[in-house]
């Protein structure tokens, strides 16, 4: 099983790029899926979940309003859609999938985890 995130690089202030984490080794479809975060120095934080079929997603408090997160599940994919990014927003940008049952947005309750991309918004 492999999540492979990209999109990442260098954004100015403002700017909306759009990550992608793309599954492999066996279909998420009936997964919920999350996207977390983790500056230097500092611990990983969720940023967003959407259940298996899309109907459903969360947002950290930080990002409400600017990011969306959604899933394309014939592709096995899932997005994270940034928008109006900050300098605060910086950080590697992880994907995962959710064991189904407990809180969402505890990382400890994610069984696989993508690499990560390294998202750097620049004032």
């Known amino acids: 099983v492999q999540l492979q995130a990209s999109g990442g690089g260098l954004v100015q202030a403002g700017g909306s790029p759009k990550l992608s984490c793309a599954a492999s080794?066996?279909?998420?479809?009936?997964?919920?899926m999350g996207w977390f975060r983790q500056a230097p120095g500092k611990e990983r934080m969720f940023v967003a979940y959407?259940?298996?079929?899309?109907?459903?997603?969360y947002y950290a408090a930080s990002v409400e309003g600017r990011f969306t997160i959604s899933r394309d599940s014939a592709k096995n994919t899932v997005y994270l859609h940034m928008n109006s990014l900050k300098p605060e927003d910086t950080a590697v940008y992880y994907c995962?999938?959710?064991?189904?049952?407990?809180?969402?947005?505890?990382?400890?309750?994610?069984?696989?985890w993508g690499q990560g991309t390294l998202v750097t918004v620049s004032s």
């Open positions: 959407i259940n298996w079929s899309g109907e459903i997603t």
């Open positions: 080794g066996r279909t998420f479809s009936n997964d919920g």
């Open positions: 995962a999938v959710h064991d189904g049952i407990a809180y969402y947005a505890y990382a400890y309750n994610y069984n696989y």
